[in-house]
Every structure is written in C-alpha cells, then in structure tokens.
C-alpha cells in the first residue's frame, strides 16, 4: 500500500544496506522511498491530520476487526 497513487522515483538504499538506520534516524536519513503522485490536489486531503483524527481511525479500525 503507498500513501497516494503515482510512481515510485527513488528507493533509499542507505535503509536497504542498514535497516538500523529506520530507529537511529526515521525522521531524517531513513526514509523509505519517493513517489511523484498522480494526482497530490486530490489524494492529499485522505491523510489524517491532529491527534484526534489519528484516533478516531484507529479506534475504527480495532472495532471492524473485533478488538475494541
């Protein structure tokens, strides 16, 4: 699954050579790949945004699988 539909442009291969690198620095250096998307106008308002919207899906995912 990829946040929004387009082409993948780039894959890190620092992270391919050393995973470590996803807890050391997940904010900066170990980012996982690029897409150039087909259509960001569109697809960028399905991202959540706040805590509270954050929550509300995770609270609505547990429940569709039973776990709430």
Do not use: C
């Not at 291969?13 to 904010?27: F, G, I, S």
């Not at 609270?59 to 039973?66: D, F, I």
């Amino acid at each position: 699954f990829a946040p929004v539909s387009g082409k993948l442009t780039e894959v890190n291969q620092a992270v391919m050579a050393k995973p470590r690198l996803l807890n050391e620095d997940p904010y900066g250096e170990a980012w996982l790949f690029r897409i150039e998307a087909d259509d960001w106008d569109s697809q960028r308002g399905r991202f959540l945004h706040g805590s509270e919207a954050v929550t509300a899906w995770v609270r609505s995912e547990l429940a569709a699988h039973g776990r709430a």
